[in-house]
């Protein structure tokens, strides 16, 4: 992990703290020197391992504002924050503040069977950025203001985790966890995913990787750690991407039905494409994505998957100026002044 953030660190400068502060004016629960309440998917007694992107977003959010995080159900009536993620849509009751959060459009914040969004009742939006234009479309449906604030706060991790040291593998292909045969760390993909056969005389350059990790700050890093040790990236998850993308590892989206590398339109909704991953990179500014497609039942050919990754990927210019230019809290640090920040001690408090 990168070193924690100390006072020989410069602090953000006084106006843009000013803006983070006048930003935040109207939110009464969450201020500075409290315990931050954060919505996000957490573990369970049910469901005991963390998901990578998931439990990201109370490290982001204590390292950024330098105070303990304390969980919040996603229908608390209280006033709360929700940063990464696509959990927009499960939000309702009380007063919630977004930053960089995501939305599904077809998914009901009551009744499971409606493939619609609806705005719900005796609940108070605050949208201080998105992850993208995409799900600012939503919200802006239902009549919620929305900023043209964009970006996922994941895009901030490498200031507060150092990468690996050392490639170790030609290629890591990151699964979804609705891939998996189990919910846990460690579980092997489905038998019937045969696109994600690996040939034994390659096991030594190309491995899958999953987002499922125990629930530790250490586990966090550890897997962070294991996705920079390759030398590019193939994901159907979306935060695969997002710590590839960051970290400056070439990579791709794994589309499950096609073959090859393609080129796609973001703006065209009529082209298949995981709604997180277009949202996301229509937030980083792109118009077009390439991708890498295989049939789920088929073997990929990992050779040409590399070539085609070497081929078509660019690196990303973005900026998070404007994102934490809304960050809804007083900032600790200015993540843009410092090599690193994030108090360890207290990331390590962080029930995930």
Known sequence: MAQAANSDQPKASSGFRAKVVQTFGRSP?????????????????????????????????????????????FDSASERLASVGT???GLKNGSVHLWGTGIDGKRHPYHRHLTYYERP??????IHALRGPF????????GIPVTDAYGDPVMLLPKIMSPATEKTHELGIVVHISELRELKD???????????????????????????????LTALEDRVRE???????????????????TYGIPCAYFRPFGRGPLQVDLMDEQVFLDHRVRDYYAGMGLKTLHIFCRERKRPTNWERAIAAIDRIWQPIEWSPQRLLETFPLPLAVNPMEVETFGDRALLERIRL
């Not at 998917?41 to 005991?48: E, G, I, K, N, Y």
């Not at 996705?227 to 993308?245: N, Q």
């Open 87 to 89: 959990i927009g849509h």
């Open 121 to 126: 009742e005796n609940t108070e939006f605050t």
């Open 227 to 245: 996705m920079t040790a390759c030398k590019r990236i193939l994901s159907t998850s979306l935060h695969g991407l997002v710590i590839a993308e």
């Open 135 to 142: 799900s600012a479309r939503v919200f802006e449906k239902q």
């Open 186 to 216: 460690g579980a092997a993909v489905r038998n019937e995913l045969g696109r994600y056969y690996i040939p034994e005389d390659l096991r030594d350059s190309v491995k899958i990787i999953t987002t499922l990790t125990d629930a530790n």
């Open 29 to 73: 629960r969450l201020q500075a020197n409290a315990p931050v309440p954060l919505c996000w998917a957490a573990t369970t007694l049910r469901q005991p391992y963390a998901n990578l992107g998931d439990a990201l977003s109370p490290v982001i959010v204590s390292a950024l504002s330098g105070l303990p995080i304390v969980h919040q159900r």
